[in-house]
């Protein structure tokens, strides 16, 4: 596929403060493209580089192959879709929606044809009247979406759309989002602090922190192979367990166990690595199973979580390790683990992860 | 049923008539003398309109009356486009010294009018500028600025950067996210701001009286003169007109924005209130 967008080894500077920090990305076109991140880790800054409100410091955007970091927003083929909507509240839906395509100089038939069907693909054909101050949250959302849709840009930018709005409704505008972008088959270039939804909407992910992009990929390499410390610790709970590498790709422990792992190239004999296992990767009691690397713990707490039990087993000097206990049919009553009680864990040596 | 002295604190309600006599028993007294039909101060015989009348039937009080609303006009043009333009620059400003420049907006409320006057006067006579209908507008501008921009900034900061940038990126440059978003969004704050200010400007007589040459005067100055040669009833119909007058545009100043469909009154935009 045909790259979208190129972003070439960017640094942005504000004074002293370094935001974005030698960035380089490639996002094929049609690509739903997330950029995650705790906040300050430098993704707004590089979407709004994307969009001309910024310019690099240094380093180059390229928009279908052509540099635009010194094009005016204005001039660029690419929309935003903003964290606080932005709506002209002096003008009515259609009008806001119709905005871009009057600045373009599209004639009038085509703008009034065009906005209709903006607001039908998001849903709000019978809202085209109402002012803006007469919406509710998910409607501004979707005035926001449309108004940047109608112009038909080769990128789509998204700055944490869907922040403002209600879990239900969060879910719900995700789902949508993903059809909208299949159907109209645009490149969203998606900004969230939010791991699941990352996780649930993208074709691929960059994790950043601190201005730097720590790993890029597919959800599930980002998810089941994390490279970094940082990656494995932001995106979903992981448990990260300190140890010293033996002969024979074995690790050594806290507690004095060694455990056998898959060492990455370059790791030798007395580094000292973290190993990181899922939580729902790791088998209790009866399910541990032949050839896991099993360990033995104390139950220190339980939390009850409807579909699932979470325990957090202490392995003594310190180390501990946080198990997520599916509910299924198998299972009785899940007050198996009492606090106190003694408990076998294991897991697969392929799910658990050595980091640097 | 037995009455605690705080249930219904008559004292406070009669506290209260006493506060609004004192602030409109004047105001009431120069309306009605402005209708007497005999020529006292102090006593009401009847009711006419002659000392309208004889208002308008001398031109250089006619002069003066229009002359002062020339003054309001300009200044409130000139002062509504300098100090919007400043509130917009003042919000969005990242520069060091905005937060000072900020704060040095209140200064021109509170130096005394006086100081003010003398200052504009002094510096008119050194550059060696002659005092006209001109120096009077200069001097009313001047002050005009710092209530305009105080009215508006409030309004503005109010108003998301984004907006501006979504404009932008929807293909509007830098001056037509101004001009299309960022003016209609501040409108009513522009329009309550310059109404007020046209009212402060014609009923101002320090500034007025420092920087007012010698050719002609603005009405408030006028009847400053006139009366150090007696009072005359004619007084309280000048009076009575120059209320209306201001009394009119702060009411515009409270309704228009309400007219234009934004659910909001001028009273809440020139309080500086949410919502």
Redesign the interface.
């Known amino acids: 596929m045909a790259e979208a967008i190129g972003i070439q080894n960017v640094t942005k500077r504000f004074g002293e403060h370094v935001a974005v920090n030698d960035v380089s990305l490639e996002i094929a076109e049609g690509e739903f493209f997330s950029l995650l991140g705790p906040s300050g880790c430098g993704k707004t800054t590089t979407l709004r580089m994307l969009a001309g409100f910024e310019v690099p410091t240094e380093g180059h955007i390229l928009l279908e192959g052509q540099p635009v970091e010194n094009v005016p927003p204005y001039k660029r083929d690419v929309n935003m879709v903003f964290q606080s909507y932005a709506l002209f509240d002096h003008l009515d839906v259609s009008e806001n929606v119709a905005f871009g395509l009057k600045r373009r100089k599209v004639d009038k038939a085509e703008v009034g044809r065009r906005v209709a069907e903006a607001l039908e693909l998001v849903n709000l054909s019978e809202r085209a009247g109402a002012r803006t101050n007469e919406l509710s949250g998910g409607q501004r959302q979707r005035v926001a979406l449309a108004r940047a849709l109608v112009n038909r840009p080769k990128v789509l930018l998204l700055d944490e759309p869907l922040g403002a709005l209600d879990l239900k409704l969060r879910r719900q505008m995700q789902v949508e989002l993903k059809q909208i972008q299949r159907e109209v088959g645009i490149t969203f270039v998606y900004v969230t602090h939010d791991q699941e939804e990352a996780l649930s909407m993208s074709d691929r992910i960059a994790v950043m922190h601190e201005g730097r992009v720590m790993q890029c990929g597919a959800p599930e390499d980002v998810y089941e192979r994390p490279s970094e410390e940082f990656v494995a610790g932001f995106i979903g709970i992981s448990n990260l367990i300190t140890g010293t590498v033996e002969d024979g790709g074995k690790v050594r422990i806290a507690n004095g166990l060694r455990i056998d792992a898959p060492l990455p190239d370059g790791v030798t004999r007395g580094d000292t690595v973290n190993l990181s296992v899922r939580p729902e990767k790791i088998a209790v009691d009866d399910d541990v199973e032949a050839g896991m690397v099993s360990l033995d713990g104390t139950v220190e707490a339980r939390v009850y979580l409807g579909v699932s039990t979470q325990i957090t087993v202490s392995l003594g000097n310190g180390d501990r390790v946080v198990a997520l206990e599916q509910a299924t049919y198998r299972s009785s009553a899940d007050d198996r683990w009492e606090p106190g009680s003694s408990v076998k864990l294991g897991w697969h040596p392929e799910h658990c992860l050595v980091l640097r | 049923m037995e009455s605690h002295p705080f249930d219904k604190p008559r004292f406070l309600r009669l506290f209260a008539i006493a506060v609004y006599l004192f602030l409109f028993a004047p105001i009431f007294v120069v309306i009605l003398f402005s209708f007497n039909s005999i020529k006292s101060l102090n006593t009401f015989d009847g009711f006419s309109l002659q000392w309208y009348e004889e208002f308008f039937n001398d031109p250089a009080l006619r002069d003066s009356l229009l002359m002062s609303l020339e003054i309001a006009f300009l200044t409130m043009l000139a002062a509504t486009v300098i100090g919007t333009a400043l509130a917009i620059g003042l919000v969005r400003s990242r520069a060091r010294w905005a937060p000072g420049a900020n704060i040095l907006m209140l200064v021109p409320l509170v130096v005394p009018e006086i100081v003010a006057g003398i200052s504009a006067l002094l510096i008119f006579s050194q550059v060696g500028i002659a005092l006209s209908f001109w120096t009077i507008v200069v001097a009313h501008i001047t002050f005009s600025i710092s209530y305009v921009t105080i009215v508006v900034r409030a309004r503005m900061a109010s108003i998301?950067q984004?907006?501006e940038?979504?404009?932008?990126?929807?293909?509007?440059?830098r001056w037509?996210a101004v001009r299309?978003?960022l003016v209609?969004?501040l409108?009513p704050a522009v329009l309550a701001a310059g109404l007020l200010v046209f009212a402060f400007s014609f009923d101002d007589f320090v500034l007025s009286f420092f920087t007012t040459g010698e050719d002609m005067q603005p009405l408030p100055v006028r009847i400053w003169s006139a009366i150090r040669f007696g009072l005359s009833p004619t007084i309280n119909a000048i009076g009575t007109l120059m209320m209306v007058v201001s009394l009119t545009a702060i009411a515009l100043a409270v309704l228009l924005p309400r007219l234009f469909g934004?659910?909001e009154s001028g009273f809440k935009v020139l309080t500086a209130q949410e919502g």
């Open positions: 998301s984004e907006v940038d979504a404009a932008m990126d929807l293909g509007a440059t037509q299309l978003v209609p969004a409108w934004r659910r």
